[in-house]
Each structure stands twice: as structure tokens, then as C-alpha cells.
């Protein structure tokens, strides 16, 4: 399976005016997770974010981290999860979200090589810190996966041009101090970054962390390209959501960002 690049989607996407989405899944969060893949996809999510269940998800916050453990629980490994992409052929790019352990358990080459033989071509690794994560990147290059890094609201300014010149795919700035899950309000410090990584990069800038629903999508979307939208669509996995209820979920987000 070839896949699709993510960074020349989503700047084609951007190119036609469109602000970007980015919705995400946990593998194996239940068994017909590949359907709400395919439903997210439908609904007008321009990528995918595929989370590989782990049992330590330093990141994420309380309904991911549920995910997590339901999708282990069911017996979900990187492999299961990546067998059921390459039978689900999605019409977007897949991103995989995964922490280090993972990639450094296969090794760094068969690892990238097993998302691309999936048509996996991006990749997130949040604990893998930038000064030691150039085996990775150069590894996964080679194996056609682009690297996504993180922005914080407080990474001082050159740091942000490093991630900026070195994250592939998108870059994807983090709304605001702290682990994933739905808040009240968006994060004052979610604009000023966006703004920053703008001035530095003409390289997609997706926002994430915390956006619930579409009024808070199309707020945090007024500075970046787009946004990530997680914890939400997986609550409503997670509370047994039909899978077409979950898809208007996401087809109410794409028509909000649309309207502006």
C-alpha cells in the first residue's frame, strides 16, 4: 500500500482556502474502529492522526489515556493496528501517534518501514526529545514517513526554527501547557504561538490540545492552517457513540471551519 504524503495534501488543501482538520482515532479503542476511521474521513477530516496504544501515554489526558487501555486491552498491538489500516485503505494521509518505546522496541528502521508498508507516511513521537531524535528522523525519511513535531507555548524562539526547519508533514503547535483533553475555553497562549510558527515557517501549522467542539475549532483555527481534534471523538467512542454519530460530530467541526 503506498499512501499519501501528508505534507503535499494538506498544502494542497490549504492551497483552495480550506482550514485544515485533523481528527484522530486510537487503534484498536474498539472493533469497529477502522468504520470510525472511515466515517471521520468522510465527514471531511483532511488527515488522520492513529493513535498506537501504550501503556504510559506521558501526553495525553484522561480520555485518551482510556483509549488507551481499552484498545490493550482488547489484545491491540502496533502491528494489529497497522494490519487493519492497510485493509481499511483510507482516502487521506495517516499519521501515526506513538511514544518511544515502541519505535526503539522494533528498532527505528523496521519500525518506519512498517508504517510505510502501511500507508502510514507521517509520524508523531512526543517524548522522543529533538536533540536526540535524528536516528529516528533519518530513518524514517529514508522510509518515506515525515516527521511531525511539537511546538510549546513556551519554546523560545530558537528552538521553534529548529522545529519548524526539521518537522515534516505539518507542524503542530500545542495550544497550551499541560496533557490532551477537552477545556471550557481555548487557551489564551494558542494564537501567539500560532502566530510565531507562522512568521517561521510556510510548512502547515495545526493547532491541538484541548479543542472540544466547532466554535472552539473555528477560534483556534483564526491563526494556524487547521486543527486537531482528539479527546472529543474518542470520548464519544468511548461511551459507545454510533459510528455515524461520530462522523457528524466531525462533519459539524469541518462545516463550522468552513463558515469561518
Not at 168 to 192: D, I, K
Not at 228 to 242: C, E, F, Y
Request: hydrophobic share 50%; charged share 20%.
Amino acid at each position: 500500500m503506498t499512501g499519501l504524503a501528508v505534507e503535499p495534501a494538506l498544502r494542497a488543501a490549504r492551497a483552495q482556502g480550506r482550514k485544515l482538520l485533523v481528527t484522530y482515532v486510537m487503534g484498536g479503542v474498539r472493533p469497529d474502529w477502522p468504520a470510525l476511521a472511515a466515517a471521520m474521513c468522510e465527514a471531511g477530516a483532511d488527515a488522520l492522526e492513529v493513535g498506537l496504544p501504550f501503556s504510559d501515554p506521558m501526553m495525553d489526558g484522561p480520555t485518551i489515556q482510556r483509549a488507551s487501555v481499552a484498545a490493550l486491552g482488547r489484545g491491540t498491538t502496533p502491528g494489529s493496528v497497522l494490519a487493519e489500516l492497510q485493509r481499511a485503505d483510507l482516502p487521506v494521509p495517516l499519521v501515526a501517534m506513538t511514544y518511544f518505546n515502541l519505535v526503539v522496541r522494533a528498532g527505528t528502521k523496521r519500525f518506519a518501514s512498517e508504517l510505510a508498508a502501511a500507508g502510514v507516511k507521517g509520524a508523531i513521537v512526543p517524548d522522543l526529545p529533538l536533540e536526540e531524535s535524528g536516528e529516528w528522523e533519518a530513518d524514517a525519511q529514508a522510509a518515506g514517513v515525515e516527521t511531525v513535531l511539537l511546538a510549546a507555548p513556551v519554546t523560545p524562539g530558537q528552538r521553534l526554527a529548529e522545529i519548524c526547519r526539521r518537522s515534516h508533514g505539518f507542524v503542530y503547535g500545542v495550544n497550551l501547557m499541560g496533557v490532551t483533553g477537552e477545556r471550557e475555553g481555548l487557551a489564551a497562549s494558542s494564537g501567539a504561538l500560532a502566530r510565531r510558527l507562522k512568521a517561521l515557517t510556510d510548512k502547515p501549522v495545526v493547532m491541538g490540545f484541548g479543542i472540544s467542539g466547532p466554535a472552539q475549532a473555528v477560534a483556534a483555527a483564526a491563526e494556524p492552517d487547521g486543527v486537531v481534534v482528539a479527546s472529543a471523538l474518542m470520548r464519544a467512542a468511548l461511551d459507545g457513540a454510533p459510528v455515524a454519530e461520530v462522523g457528524a460530530q466531525v462533519k459539524a467541526i469541518r462545516q463550522a471551519l468552513d463558515r469561518g
